[in-house]
């Protein structure tokens, strides 16, 4: 059924889970998690086709690639379903990888934007500070002059216009938090967030190389909120991972007992700091590739007992750290031993300088 055109679609399943999303848009994101069902589905998790190394999975899967719909119809059934098998193992995993690369991109264009909202922010704040900057010198020539009484004074101050004085006065909106409301503009597209983020924490199955990891416990605190389409958590939920300049909004919503605001920021929070954790392999994927479990790529531990030794001698390292530090330490020594003359007799290339440097 694979390589039969689809009525819906208009072509073979085979050929619409072999094209790439273009742009990062919720739709794409979602119909990359509609094509991870269909392999699901399809087996393409199943442990038995291990009996096929990864390697040659992603030769016959190349081989499909390159073929239309009917030359594989034409080939033979053994060779048909040993590549229609090898292509669904190698999809899934093409596509879990970009899945979390569309996730990245998609937080990262609205994170962008927010950015660019704080610099236009800025610098509408800092146009009007200039001007009552310029308000302020003239106030201050007033009050520093000593030949003029007190309701002189207060005759000048007003002289200055009403108008202009209120207009001098800082609005809510320019007393902005310490990231300059950039957590605030991201939550302005929540809902567009929401279009792909849950659909994506419930497909993928993430894992830590860091024990204990708040950010997976948090990661999994949202998925069952998700599941049970809860609008508030629990105030106590992990948040060591928050950045510092994004605390204060947590805090806000807590004292003032906003579940649902404190919800919605802690959300983004767990969201962005899980794109950072995959950036950095504290978070890893489970049947992806460029995502993988960074141990893997790594020499196992019980190969390593049976390369060790010959390794340590191609490479004429001890076996020991102790040892490679005494070997360092008697490097540092012999330079010494180089150094020390040369700074006494105060001719050579190196030498100190007036100060001892």
Known sequence: SMIETDSERGVAPFVWLGTQATTESPKAINNELDKLDVLTDLGATDPTIAVISAERRRQLAAIARRSSPKALRQTSVERRHLLLVSSVAELHTVITDEVVALFDRALNKIDNTAR???DERNRTIAAADIERLRLLDEIIVV???NNFDNNTVGQRLRGLGTERLAAAQRTPAEQLPRDGGHLELIASRYSTIRKFAPRILATLSFETSIEPSPLLDAVTILIAANESNT??????????FVPSRWKPYLDNTRQTNDRVGFKHYWELCVLYALREGLRSGEIWVRHSRRYANPATFLISVEDWQHQRSDMLDRIRQPATWTERLAE????????????DPLLEADTGPIRFDKHGG
């Open 116 to 118: 660019h909202g704080v």
């Open 328 to 339: 360092i330490d008697a490097g540092i020594a012999g330079h010494l031993d180089i150094l």
């Open 143 to 145: 009050i520093r002059n």
């Open 231 to 240: 609008r508030t958590v629990d105030f106590d939920v992990p948040d060591d």
